[in-house]
Nanobody
């Protein structure tokens, strides 16, 4: 199992920046993929940014050039650096970890952190 604890959300004006953190309860080397998703009111949860064990990263088109996912292996922590924030970035942001199992993979989620961007 993996416990994920997010932090860093808050209220920011459009054009501002925030950094989200996701601390994992085990070494992220043992996790196949980690990433950030978000869910706005009335919308489905969507991928924001993620990387896998091969360090291949993937970003949603809407955040390319503005958001960067990074990790600190020593701290078992993944970050989402968000710049040039827009009101449409307002959502609850969730950290996700995918762990390989026998015959299936397992998804773990954090509790979510609210990001609100005012215009």
């Amino acid at each position: 199992q993996v416990q994920l604890v997010e932090s860093g959300g808050g209220l920011v004006q459009a054009g501002g920046s925030l950094r989200l953190s996701c601390a994992a309860s085990r070494s992220i080397f043992s996790i196949y993929a980690m990433g950030w998703y978000r869910q706005a009111p009335g919308k489905q949860r969507e991928l924001v940014a993620a990387f896998n064990s091969g360090s291949i990263t993937n970003y949603a088109d809407s955040v390319k050039g503005r958001f960067t996912i990074s990790r600190d292996n020593a701290k078992n922590t993944v970050y989402l650096h968000m710049n040039s924030l827009k009101p449409e970035d307002t959502a609850v942001y969730y950290c996700n970890a995918e762990v390989l199992g026998i015959g299936r993979n397992y998804d773990y989620w954090g509790q979510g952190t609210q990001v609100t961007v005012s215009s």
